[in-house]
C-alpha cells in the first residue's frame, strides 16, 4: 500500500526535526544565512523603470495617437489610430523620496 514514494529521507529546510535528520540542521542554517545577508541589503528602492515614451517630436507620454480620415460611403469619419512605432523609452527616473522594496522580509507595522 502506497509503495510509489521514495525510501530515502527528504530534505525540508523549514522543519525542526524529524525526517530531515541533520540535513534538514544545514538547511535552517541556510535560511539564517539568508536572513543575515537580507539585513545587510536596504529596504529603499531609489530608481525605477519609466514607463514613459519618447516620440519623433520629442513629446513625453505613455501612448500616442495620430488622428486618420477615414471616408465610408462618402461621410467623413475621423479615427484615432494608435502610434508604436518609432518611439524611444524614456529609461531609468530617479524617485524624488525613496520607496520600499515590494520583497522586503521584514514586518514594518503590526496591527
Not at 4 to 23: E, H, L, N, Q, T
Request: with cysteine; charged share 25%.
Amino acid at each position: 500500500m502506497g509503495g510509489s514514494g521514495s525510501k530515502g529521507k527528504g530534505v525540508w529546510p523549514f522543519s525542526s526535526g524529524g525526517a530531515g535528520g541533520d540535513a534538514a540542521v544545514d538547511g535552517n542554517e541556510q535560511s539564517l544565512a539568508r536572513l543575515k545577508g537580507s539585513r545587510n541589503a536596504t529596504p529603499f528602492v531609489f530608481t525605477r523603470r519609466s514607463s514613459l515614451y519618447y516620440d519623433e517630436d520629442g513629446d513625453l507620454a505613455h501612448e500616442f495617437y495620430e488622428e486618420t480620415v477615414v471616408t465610408k460611403n462618402g461621410r467623413k469619419k475621423s479615427k484615432l489610430k494608435r502610434i508604436q512605432k518609432n518611439l524611444i523609452p524614456q529609461g531609468i527616473v530617479t524617485l524624488d523620496h525613496p520607496c520600499i522594496h515590494v520583497d522586503f522580509p521584514i514586518v514594518l507595522c503590526e496591527v
